[in-house]
């Protein structure tokens, strides 16, 4: 098992900034992969970054402006959200995805909300 708890989100003004965490606990060492997803209000939830051995992914409405990187040692991800726009405000996820014995897992956080004020 693997739980993840997010940290970092808030009330910022367009064009500030935001830190999230996500830090992982228990069985970190079949993570694979680690990602951020968002559920704005009425809409689907979407994949905004994600981290792996291999590289990073953002989606395009942030690219440029998020930053996700992982700490190993610390077993924790983040995602540096800079020039935020109102249009960012969701409930953000941490995922982790657990590679064991050739099946995936996929663990959620609870999610912190972050709001953006115009």
């Known amino acids: 098992q693997v739980q993840l708890v997010e940290s970092g989100g808030g009330l910022a003004q367009a064009g500030g900034s935001l830190r999230l965490s996500c830090a992982a606990s228990?069985?970190?060492?079949?993570?694979?992969?680690m990602g951020w997803y968002r559920r704005a209000p009425g809409k689907e939830r979407e994949l905004v970054a994600a981290?792996?051995?291999?590289?990073?992914y953002y989606v395009d409405s942030v690219k440029g402006r998020f930053t996700i990187s992982r700490d190993n040692a610390k077993n924790t991800a983040y995602l540096q959200m800079n020039n935020l726009k109102p249009k960012d405000t969701a409930l953000y996820y941490c995922?982790?995805?657990?590679?064991?014995?050739?099946?995936?897992?996929?663990?959620w956080g609870k999610g912190t909300l972050v709001t953006v004020s115009s």
């Open positions: 995922n982790a995805d657990c590679l064991r014995e050739a099946t995936t897992y996929y663990y």
């Open positions: 228990g069985d970190t060492i079949c993570i694979s992969a």
């Open positions: 981290i792996t051995k291999s590289g990073t």
